[in-house]
């Protein structure tokens, strides 16, 4: 049985949509991602899942919890790390940590195991206010004071946005020790590469789920072949692709074009005018694409 089921959730703020009929099952210890741009419905959903925002119409249970009727009891259970930091600026470190956990009606002591490993990165500075810490200190700490109660589930959105890669990968790894302690984790990030990451993803697009399953069976399921090439002039080569009477789709993947040829046979490359296209394996970029351009019914 599903730890957290949303069925046909709907929200709207006055005449932009946010959120189109979601369902969603998520099982327990998993890493969820939610895949997506920016104004894709990733924040509302998850400030949802919160039971910080109310929604117009579907059904939520979270542990078997309505979240409507017993919203004070899940947030018992859920840790919350919204995109914007939010903590107290003028506190420290240690101040902060001791606030949250005060707050639910816990100490640092009882439950610091939770926390030790990403506590020590941040712990030689535990005298400094958290408005003067870096990016990804700031991340680290936002996690502590998110689990420091112990929570079954834990919400973050975006929390690579903004921070370097070093501590990007750190932040992955901890989240992929969380996932061992049997913390159920939902993650949103507009990064495709982090969908790897993941058990099982989202894709959704304009408040829709264009796709749920395991990163890797979302690219298996890519439909066409893919042919890729490298070029210093993207926008002059969609511009002649455009109009080609052999390519479905042409797109732009940094200093790449892809494109989905109408026809193709077995060979690994692709002459188009005077460019060699090489045949690739899909990305999860890749998929969002050709699903965004083709959505699937839920």
Not at 54 to 83: A, C, M, Q, W
Not at 94 to 111: P, W
Not at 160 to 177: A, C, F, H, Q, Y
Not at 197 to 221: E, F, M, N, V
Request: proline share 5%; hydrophobic share 40%.
């Amino acid at each position: 049985m599903p730890l957290i089921t949303i069925h046909k959730l709907y929200k709207s703020y006055s005449h932009t949509v946010a959120l189109k009929s979601v369902n969603i099952d998520i099982h327990a210890g998993e890493i969820f991602g939610l895949i997506g741009p920016d104004g894709a419905g990733k924040t509302t959903l998850l400030r949802i899942l919160a039971t910080v925002l109310p929604y117009d119409s579907g059904t939520i249970h979270i542990d078997n919890f309505d979240i409507k009727r017993n919203y004070k009891e899940l947030r018992r259970i859920i840790g919350y790390v919204p995109s914007k930091f939010s903590l107290y600026h003028d506190l420290t470190i240690e101040e902060n940590l001791h606030f949250f956990a005060d707050l639910y009606n816990t100490k640092v002591k009882d439950n610091y195991d939770i926390i030790h490993d990403i506590y020590t990165h941040i712990a030689p500075f535990k005298h400094r206010k958290a408005g003067k810490l870096s990016g990804g200190m700031k991340q680290k700490l936002a996690l502590c004071c998110a689990l420091i109660h112990k929570p079954k589930i834990l919400l973050l959105d975006e929390p690579t946005t903004g921070i370097d890669p070093v501590s990007r990968k750190e932040l992955w790894g901890i989240l992929t020790r969380l996932k061992q302690e049997n913390i159920t984790i939902i993650v949103s990030t507009p990064y495709m590469d982090e969908a790897s990451l993941c058990s099982r993803i989202a894709l959704i697009q304009l408040g829709s789920i264009l796709a749920i399953q395991t990163p890797q069976h979302i690219i298996a399921q890519y439909p066409h072949p893919l042919f890729a090439t490298k070029t210093n002039n993207s926008y002059k080569l969609l511009t002649e692709l455009k109009n080609h009477t052999n390519i479905i789709e042409s797109y732009a993947c940094g200093e790449y074009v892809h494109i989905v040829p109408l026809q193709a046979d077995d060979s690994h490359t692709l002459k188009i005018d005077n460019n060699t296209f090489y045949k690739i394996t899909p990305t999860i970029e890749d998929c969002f694409i050709q699903l965004m351009n083709n959505p699937l019914v839920q």
